[in-house]
């Protein structure tokens, strides 16, 4: 927006990137959201043949949410003496291995040791192209860029319906996506060169910018903790979403399970579709306003998922919430810079950790709720998370507006 704080005007300043770089990325985020989604579709599939009780897919997401973590933590150290692309080259193969070892575990516990591994090569994936992003990609690519993690998580649920429907067990689906990642792992040590060449800094970029405040700082601001809680919820309601919906829908609510994972597909597909309308309407309208307008919309489409006699109402509540959903995460990053101003590089970091952590642990929570309560806590979970989203999000409107109209000293 053109009415921008001074803070925010960095943000744009960036080194253009190769069209090859461009679309490798591209097609990275899209290996991203694969993995993610199989899982909740084959569950019923894994945990029948391994006899494992059904809320275990909750701990099958937290060991993935924690070597997911542990890799984000990590990243900037290993591009320092990697670089982005051979660390690229080894994350995905990382992951292509994880899949495989998916597809051939003769018992249930290993699972748990490849979901953390997959989890770790995911991060890394993440970590190292949203660096490269920050410094090279224009804000719509960066908007895209996420909206292909959604194309993935469509694709995923799409695959292994097909593979069940064909008769196949549930493994083939994982092989057949290790194969996929085994091509963006041939992509990335062929173009691995070019990931790393200097580029020429904008035109417009400054010589030097101020230095941040410290983390300490940072963190003495409520802003800050309603943003990092926003992130938290929000990142807990996506996976939540896309990984219980296809168990409820057919364990819970008896829908026929190639309906539901064509529903499944449809949830990440919105998701998709929502990032690239919404970030071509976000130059245009406020992104406070369509922020506003899509957690408070989250309220009914969640209520529809909530409700269990009208199975069609809960499919529609779930490709809804997909769309509502979608602009959420990357609009909140962008206007993080606005909203805190100088500390936005660390607060960033704060909102993209508390955003795994709640990948992790809210649907395993969901998954302890439902070996106490049946799969119905399921419903609640969605709609009570959607409410949290609403709350915080005009937590963090308060307090921004309250910095904007409050004189910020010169750091």
Known sequence: MSQSAPQSAPAAQFAPAAPILILLAYL???????????????WPSISAEFGLPIGYLGLLLACASVGYLMASFAGGWLIARLGIGPLLTVSCLLAMASLIGYAT????????????????GGGAI?????????AHFSPRHV???HA?????AMLGPLIVTAVLSAGLVWRWAYLLTAGLLALMSLAFWFSRH???????????????????????????????????ALFFIYTGLEITAGQWSYTLLTEGRGMDPTQAGVWIGLYWGSLTVGRIVFG???????????????????????LLIWQSEITLLNSIGLALTGFLLAPIFPLMIARTPARIGAAAPYVISFQVAAASIGAGTIP????????????????????????????????????????????????
């Open 28 to 42: 990275a985020f899209i290996s991203l959201g694969l993995p993610d989604a199989l899982l909740g579709v084959a």
């Open 105 to 120: 575990v003769p018992m249930g516990w290993l699972l748990f040791i490849t979901s953390y591994f997959l989890g770790m």
């Open 126 to 134: 993440d970590v190292g192209l949203n660096i490269y992003a920050a």
């Open 143 to 145: 908007n895209w860029l």
């Open 148 to 152: 292909c993690y959604g194309v993935g």
């Open 194 to 228: 070019l990931w790393d060449q200097p580029t020429a800094p904008a035109p417009d970029a400054p010589a030097s910018l101020p230095s941040p405040p410290t983390v300490g700082t940072s963190l003495r601001r409520p802003l800050v903790w309603f943003s990092i």
């Open 280 to 302: 071509i309407i976000s130059e245009r309208v406020a992104p406070d306003a369509i922020l506003r307008l899509c957690t408070l919309g989250l309220l009914a489409s969640t």
């Open 364 to 411: 395993a929570a969901t998954g302890w709720l439902v070996e106490q309560l049946g799969l119905e806590a399921v419903g609640g979970v969605i709609g009570g998370l959607a409410l949290g989203v609403v709350l915080l999000h005009e937590a963090v409107l308060l307090l921004g507006s309250a910095r904007a109209t409050t004189p910020v000293p010169e750091q």
